[in-house]
């Protein structure tokens, strides 16, 4: 594969857009766009350079649809201009938003994008159940579960929590995410306090056990 170039990408516009306010940009995430997450990820022709991305999974019938609604959306994606990227599997489409000419990070401009994306996507609604979907998406649930529960065997909670960040960030079940991301702040929490020498040895594997100990509760409940 070729690396990217400049040339490979849209022209700057004389005035390039603005990068959005955090307040705001996570006011319209919980109020508004309530399906998509923030995501972040090393710019593929530059690793040390970190992407901020919108993302949201599309989830069709078939697989011409998904094929019908790209072919909507790049119309509005030439009158805006901005261009989504975007991944296609079958019947589900994964779309990522940044706007790449102010360092890759999110503006208005992809809020737009994304609001043309929800909309078109009405015509599409209520989500078709796919049962080949549904059982991958369970397969995936099932690998994810299996694979914390061998790193807590192991006692590698550092790498089962890594995971665990990866997995909350495109897990759309909150309730299950929320649960997971309190309990990877209190093991960070933990992790912090005995590299500073903040806590006493016998505190931190006391509170390291609780969290192991909720961790596999929480495993069985999903």
């Known amino acids: 594969m070729n690396k990217q170039t400049k040339?490979?990408?849209?022209?700057?516009?004389?005035?390039?857009?603005?990068?959005?306010?955090?307040e705001k940009l996570m006011r319209i995430l919980k109020e508004e766009l309530t399906e998509w997450k923030i995501v972040k990820s090393p710019l593929p022709e530059n690793p040390f350079i970190e992407r901020r991305e919108l993302f949201r999974e599309?989830?069709?019938?078939?697989?011409d649809k998904v094929i019908e609604f790209i072919?909507?959306?790049?119309?509005?994606?030439?009158?805006?201009?901005?261009?989504?990227?975007?991944e296609n599997t079958w019947t589900t489409l994964r779309v990522y938003l940044t706007t790449w000419d102010i360092k890759h990070i999110i503006s208005y401009k992809d809020i737009m994008l994304a609001r043309l994306m929800d909309k078109t996507f009405l015509e599409y609604s209520p989500e078709p159940i796919n049962e080949h979907t549904e059982k991958r998406k369970g397969r995936e649930k099932s690998d994810f579960t299996e694979n914390i529960k061998r790193l807590i065997g192991l006692n590698d909670l550092e790498k089962a929590f890594k995971v665990i960040n990866e997995y909350t960030i495109l897990n759309r079940e909150k309730n299950i995410s929320d649960e997971l991301i309190l309990l990877t702040g209190r093991f960070n929490g933990?992790?912090?306090?005995?590299?500073?020498?903040?806590?006493?040895?016998?505190?931190?594997?006391?509170?390291?056990?609780?969290?192991?100990?909720?961790?596999l509760e929480l495993l069985n409940e999903i």
């Open 7 to 22: 040339s490979d990408f849209p022209q700057k516009f004389p005035i390039g857009p603005e990068a959005l306010p955090e």
């Open 58 to 63: 599309y989830i069709f019938e078939d697989f």
């Open 71 to 86: 072919n909507k959306i790049a119309v509005g994606c030439n009158i805006f201009p901005h261009h989504p990227r975007w």
């Open 190 to 215: 933990i992790q912090k306090a005995k590299r500073i020498d903040n806590i006493p040895w016998e505190e931190s594997e006391r509170e390291i056990g609780k969290i192991r100990k909720s961790l």
